[in-house]
Structure formats: C-alpha cells, structure tokens
C-alpha cells in the first residue's frame, strides 16, 4: 500500500505542465521552485539582521553602513533564490526571455513608479546620500515643513519620524530628484546662525559682547569652533546681526535649540536696556496737498 502511494504521487508529481524546446515544467519541480523562493524570503532576512549586523558590528561600520550592507545582502540573496528557482521549476531561456519582455511592457505602461522607486531605493542604499540615523530636512512639502529622523529605508520607500513622533512614508525617487538637507551626513557638528535686530541708538559693540555672552552661558553651545558674531547689516528699522555657533546635540531638534537661544538672547538684551526696535516709517505730508484740499 505504502509502495503504491509513492508511486501514485511520484508519477503525479512528474506530470509534465508545459513543454516547450527548452522549457519542460513538472509539477514537482513547479513545487520545488516554489519551495526555494518561499524559503529564501525568511531566510535572507535571518541573514540579514542576525549574522551579517552581528559581523559588521564588529568592523566598528556605523549603522548607516551596517543598514545598507544588510539590505543589499538580502535583496542579493532574493535575486540569487528567484533564478535557482526558475531553473529548478524547469523554465528555459527562450520562455523567461518572453516573460522578462512581457515584464518590462508591463513597467513601461503602468509600473513606472514603482520601478523607478525601486531603483531609487538601490541608488540611496549603494550611494547612501542619506542612511538610517541621519536628521533630513526636504523642505516645504503639501504646505508643511517636512523633517526628521530616517528609521528605514526599503527598496519602495523610506520611513521618516518627526519631532511630533509622526511616521512619515516617503518615496524614494523624492530623494533622487528633488533636493535634500542632511543635518548629518557627515557628522554630527552643525553650525546654526541665529539672526537678531537692534535700534539704530545701541553700541554695536556692546551687542557683540551679549551675544558672546549668551553663547557662553549655553552648555550646549561648542566653545571649538568658537561662535562669532557677525554685523549683518543696516537695516530699514533696525541694525542686523547674525550669531554663529556650533552644535553636535540638537541636530534631531534644530527648531528647539534656536528657540532657546533666542530665549535666552532676548532676555540678555532686556536686562541690557538694549531694544529690539519695531518696524518705523517715516510719513511726510506735503504742504501742497493741504492747500489744494482747503
């Protein structure tokens, strides 16, 4: 009985679905293929986050790097187990050629974003012109200010966290086509400039001093490079000055951190008796005018 099971269900098994010059499909082999992709997709992942970051921890990489090589490690391992199990299923050249063809008409007419996400997706990921950790500013997007922290970036899209803890889902070609400001690309140390104004009756000089002042009281302010105060410029109501510091703790909350020291600058002036003038005009009345109207 058992014999004639394993015969019932090898002769199943072997019976062919497609044939062709060089394709010959059975269904034990469509099963197999079948199999080995379904196989792989955990299976990358398992390499991806337990064995290849567990190794590249190790090299000292950041986590940028270790994320991107992770990521094309596991895509590697897809495409790897996509092809083992179109040759496994039996599938010929000729066949897959028409397929990829068919594919690829399919791309031009109604997939071209999701193709050109995905391109993008492997662009940011070897290129790597932004990476998991870094704070990104892409401007003024649907009338909001958009920026944030980037936790993920897969092959479709990457994943941005706000201030306000809000997920944001980004396409990737946004980052390829449009322009992009990364707090911390490089590193960490950003300078910020905060810009103030001053009545036209106050010491430049004395202005100067507060504003050093200020950024020496603030602990999260650099003392190297030193901050510097520059003399922006005359003004319609005011003269204009820029503070120059540096930063390597505030780069997730750059809104914050100016807030507080413009906070801190106002209330430095104020026990100054230094004035933050408002906007003045100056209105002349013509004695012609007057007449005419009389």
């Known amino acids: 009985m058992e014999r004639d099971f394993f ?49 590249l921890g190790r090299t000292g990489l950041g986590k940028g790097g270790q994320y991107a090589i992770g990521k094309i490690l596991h895509y590697f391992i897809l495409v790897i187990a996509l092809f083992l199990s179109i040759e496994i299923a039996g599938i ?24 050109q996400n995905f391109i993008s997706g492997f662009l940011l990921l070897i290129e790597r012109p932004i990476k998991v950790g870094d704070y990104i500013d892409l401007g003024n997007v649907n009338g909001d200010e958009l920026a944030g922290k ?21 396409p990737n070609s946004d ?39 200020v950024a020496e009281e603030n602990p999260n302010i650099l003392k190297d490079p030193k901050p510097k105060v520059f003399f922006d410029g005359f003004g319609d109501s005011s003269l204009n000055f820029e503070l120059a510091i540096w930063n390597r703790t505030h780069t997730l909350r750059p809104r914050s951190f100016r807030s507080d020291v413009r906070y801190a600058i106002h209330k430095k002036l104020k026990e100054r008796g230094i004035e933050i003038p408002y906007p003045q005009r100056d209105i002349h009345i013509r004695s012609g005018f007057l007449n005419n109207n009389n």
């Open 7 to 55: 015969s019932i269900a090898k002769a199943v098994l072997s019976q062919s679905i497609y044939t062709s010059a060089d394709t010959n499909i059975t269904i034990g082999s469509l099963l197999l293929g079948i199999m080995i992709l379904i196989i792989s997709i955990p299976l990358s992942s398992i390499i991806e986050k337990r064995i290849a970051r567990k190794f």
């Open 175 to 213: 980052f390829i086509t449009n322009q992009v400001t990364n707090w911390s690309h490089s590193e960490d140390t950003v300078r910020f400039r905060i810009t103030v104004g001053v009545s036209y009756n106050s010491d430049p000089e004395e202005v100067q001093a507060v504003l050093l002042e």
């Open 150 to 170: 980037v936790v993920s970036i897969g092959v479709r899209s990457t994943t941005i966290v706000t201030n306000d803890n809000i997920s944001v889902i980004v």
């Open 92 to 115: 010929g050249l000729t066949s897959l050629t028409l397929f990829a063809g068919a594919v690829g008409v399919g791309l031009g007419f109604g997939l071209q974003n999701l193709f």
